[in-house]
């Protein structure tokens, strides 16, 4: 067995197990004893002997050609974003003996601090574990937990008051899980990455069965819907634009459509914090 974490056969396997074998035509006869497809099953649609799929799925071959992972995507239905991430593992070479490393202290730029500062709209900025390094007081506003030193995974999954901002949050945390797990690709050496996901595994039953699912989704710009406590309910765009010098941190915006009834909302959440600024 070759040194080092097995994330490439952790990924496929656990893939494996959420395609059906309807899904990928082929018949069930009698009681199946595994969850989704057997590896013979993956090995043959994708063209593969069985052997081989065995020894990559339990880490005994870590040099896979990209058309036998490409082959594989197709078979366990990958997207385009889980299929990028099955390729940047079957690149990644195995670390031995490497002493881990400290934890990385990430720092905000001081020009993107003094953006989000002085801009008119909800603004904070992400590391890459989803930490807050810093926001605005609009952010944090829109939400308590929008505040530099929280982490974004911690409250939505730890969080009842943050979980209320979300009517469908499961579905959100289902999306955030698989963004996360983009955002880390094969960087799993880090402190803190091991500290969050061992902490919300204990903690919470579904980041548990949401991390076992290995969902990869790239963090992209997306609407969202929260009920706010205070205006009710804001629909708002949510831009994520990476920030030049700063590897892994991103600058996230939201903005409502002009002249929406949310618009109306975010103007009156934004003059209540300045009320409160000037008291």
């Not at 490497?98 to 934890?103: G, I, S, V, W, Y």
């Not at 963090?219 to 629909?235: D, F, M, N, T």
Request: hydrophobic share 40%; proline share 8%; with cysteine.
């Amino acid at each position: 067995m070759t040194d080092g974490p097995n994330l490439l056969g952790d990924y496929v396997r656990a893939r494996r197990e959420l395609v059906t074998p309807e899904q990928v035509g082929i018949p069930v006869m009698g009681v199946r004893r595994v969850p989704g497809l057997r590896r013979e099953e993956v090995a043959m649609l994708a063209g593969i002997s069985a052997d081989y799929y065995l020894r990559l799925e339990q880490g005994r071959d870590r040099n896979p050609s990209v058309q036998v992972l490409e082959s594989i995507a197709r078979v366990l239905r990958l997207d385009e974003d889980a299929t990028a991430h099955l390729l940047l593992l079957g690149a990644d070479r195995p670390r031995r003996h490497r002493a881990r490393p400290r934890p990385r202290k990430e720092s905000v730029p001081p020009g993107i601090a003094k953006l989000v500062a002085t801009l008119p709209l909800p603004a904070l900025v992400e590391g890459s574990y989803f930490d807050v390094l810093a926001a605005n007081t609009l952010a944090t506003a829109l939400s308590p937990r929008f505040t530099a030193g929280a982490n974004r995974l911690r409250s939505l999954f730890l969080d009842p008051a943050e979980q209320a901002l979300y009517p469908y949050w499961e579905g959100a945390a289902a999306g955030m899980v698989a963004g996360f797990r983009e955002s880390v690709g094969t960087d799993t050496d880090d402190p803190r990455f091991i500290e969050l996901v061992g902490e919300l595994s204990l903690a919470s039953p579904l980041f548990s069965r949401l991390w076992a699912r290995h969902d990869v989704q790239a963090c992209e710009a997306a609407p969202k819907y929260i009920e706010h406590p205070q205006v009710g309910g804001l629909q708002l765009n949510r831009e994520r634009l990476s920030i030049d010098g700063a590897a892994g941190q991103t600058l996230v915006v939201y903005h409502p459509d002009p002249g929406t009834d949310s618009a109306d909302k975010l103007g009156l959440l934004a003059s209540a914090v300045e009320m409160s600024a000037r008291m």
